[in-house]
């Protein structure tokens, strides 16, 4: 599974951008996808998770009611989209995929990020 993320920029406080996490490859093996961040000298974070088929997704604390992630299933895609962004959300966003496979078992991916980056 090959993941690549797009949508990244900068933009200034209380805008948004929308970010797009595209999977190729045995893309009938992903369940759980996710993004995640990271700012230089941290530990890359959750930020949104959502399952498979959609129906549920899960937020840190510090973007829930901010964010919402979607994937459309038909295109491959998961999605970001971040509104009223603040400075302290700029880092490095991944996108991640959690496969399974009968032969080769569950398997991790991950994109190689994007950049998104708030001014104040």
């Known amino acids: 599974v090959q993941l690549v993320e797009s949508g990244g920029g900068l933009v200034q406080a209380g805008g948004s951008l929308r970010l797009s996490c595209r999977a190729s490859?045995?893309?009938?093996?992903?369940?759980?996808m996710g993004w995640y961040r990271q700012d230089p000298g941290k530990q890359r974070e959750l930020v949104a998770a959502?399952?498979?088929?959609?129906?549920?997704?899960n937020y840190a604390d510090s973007v829930r009611g901010r964010f919402t992630i979607s994937r459309d299933n038909a295109k491959s895609t998961m999605y970001l989209q971040m509104n009223s962004l603040k400075p302290e959300d700029t880092a490095v966003y991944y996108c991640n995929a959690e496969t399974f496979e009968p032969k080769s078992g569950s398997n991790t991916y991950w994109g190689q990020g994007t950049q998104v980056t708030v001014s104040s």
């Open positions: 959502i399952t498979s088929g959609g129906g549920m997704t």
């Open positions: 490859g045995s893309t009938f093996s992903i369940n759980a």
